[in-house]
């Protein structure tokens, strides 16, 4: 076995041997997403390069501890990347970070997202054991999807040493669309241009001092592009202008995000067809309706996870207010009996001295 391996492999074994909860850790640019950080620091930074990578083959095997700013380098190279567009925040983001937040930028409605991305995964799990699921093609899963459910497990269910991914080309031609539209047009639009032959790849609703824009983004072949261009209207942006606007879109860093005066950031998924939902303050809009982000106050927690109920979706508490660490509801929302019956189970399973992140994805699991 690899000496760093080995390493990891015996401290964990160690940790569980004495009930030494581990916090795992990458590049510390997620540190802020999920609940209370605990446990001895487990660091995969040891854990970096690429091991193999088949331009042509669509694959790439690399360590959980690559940077993932390394990672798109090299793809962007062979003129390839990660089409889910996967948040960097602060800078310092790795490749297992990454996988185990789960997260997707705005892409993902058009595209898919990060799980669907996962073709195989290494990991160590509680018992200090080295197991390896799935492989470098589609065909190598089946059965029950291990690779998959580390992907948004927040490490809870072991640490990952190293992920092959599905990689696409880089898309020959971009366009993007300005509309002055109100909530409710810019999701009808949004929903009917969903049912048509259009090369959509990001969309982002903003209400901006009172002005009500909505971003459309267009990815694909030339001509399709340019032809979306002719049908939809609006007007046309400089690429080299708004690109650095959607990197910010994708790191919740827009200037929307950015005044939150000490309110709390949720995250609604939701059913993209919802309607307007009821909510403190018009929302920012991504994922052609699929994603609604919504700055409140710490006693909005009940109203915010009940309108994304009834649009079929869920609240996450994302960041919470400058004033204090963690909401009294938790960042999550609870789990349905049967479900929370599964997810302990599987923790059991794969740690069954409960050592690995405990507590980040519920306060008592």
Known sequence: MDPILSQLSERIRAAAAHGTPLRIRGGGSKDFYGEQLQGELLETAPLAGITSYEPSELVVTVRAGTPLGELESVLAEAGQCLPFEPPHFAGGATVGGMVAAGLSGPARASVGSARDYV????????????????????????????????????????????????????????????????????????????????????????????????????????AAVDAACKTLGGERQDNAAVAADWLLCRDQRLQWFEQREGRDLWRLSVAQTAPVLDLPEPPLVEWHGGLRWVRAEAGDAARLREAAARAGGHATLFAPGSNRTIAAAGRFTPLAAPLDRIHRDLKREFDPAGIFNRGRMYANL
């Open 119 to 222: 073709l195989g995964l290494s990991m160590i799990n509680g018992r200090g054991e080295p197991l390896t699921f799935g492989g470098q093609v589609m065909k190598n899963v089946a059965g029950y999807d291990v690779s998959r459910l580390m992907v948004g497990a927040l490490g809870t269910l072991g640490l990952i040493t190293e992920v092959s991914l599905k990689v696409l080309p880089v898309a020959p031609a971009e366009a993007t669309l300005k509309f002055e539209l109100g909530q409710a047009q810019a999701l009808q639009r949004l929903h009917t241009w969903g049912g048509k032959p259009l090369p959509l790849n990001a969309s982002c609703w903003v209400d901006d001092a009172g002005l009500p824009i909505l971003y459309l983004r267009l990815r694909g072949a030339v």
